[in-house]
């Protein structure tokens, strides 16, 4: 059985990346097509462990998001071609991503790339709880957007990668 995995990618892994996961695996579970979806999130200077960022954890409840059991986790710790769609909240990201991890490359995307546009997501940290609901709000209004090709190109890389085991 297939199962596609997706990997959403900030730097910190502490509010971008967490909360993004947790939309995108409830935005998956809800869909009516019955694919099994892994869905996972890590950063790139993480400090491996630590948990969601409290402000970012009250903005994700407030949509009813838990988000105490998230840890960090370092993308570095990660074998990339595991997951078949890499999707980053920054440009520098991506391109970080793509020379190291030359391999799956053509894996890696900026979540806005998803809904045919090219910025990045600014990243809360050190501002008010407002500026985190913000976040949360836009991450949602992306994925949301974003659903039916973000699921295409993990799919066709999850049965591409079947065929070839």
Do not use: K
């Not at 019955?34 to 200077?45: D, K, N, R």
């Not at 769609?85 to 799956?104: C, D």
């Amino acid at each position: 059985m297939i199962m596609p995995a997706i990997l959403i990618v900030c730097t910190a892994n502490q509010c971008r990346s967490p909360v993004a996961e947790a939309l995108l695996r409830r935005r998956l579970t809800q869909q009516p097509n019955g694919v099994a979806w892994q869905v996972e999130s890590a950063g790139t200077w993480a400090s491996v462990g630590r948990s969601a960022h409290p402000q970012m954890q009250v903005a994700a409840a407030e949509v009813e998001l838990d988000l105490s059991a998230h840890r960090a986790r370092m993308v570095d710790d990660l074998n990339l071609a595991d997951y078949d769609l890499i999707l980053t909240m920054e440009q520098n990201h991506r391109e970080a991503l793509q020379v190291e991890f030359p391999a799956v490359r053509n894996r890696i995307y900026l979540l806005s790339e998803m809904i045919g546009l090219t910025y990045d997501i600014h990243d809360p940290i050190g501002g008010p709880l407002e500026e985190f609901r913000s976040t949360v709000r836009e991450i949602d209004r992306l994925l949301q957007a974003a659903l039916p090709r973000l699921q295409e190109l993990a799919t066709a890389q999850a049965h591409s990668t079947e065929e070839t085991l």
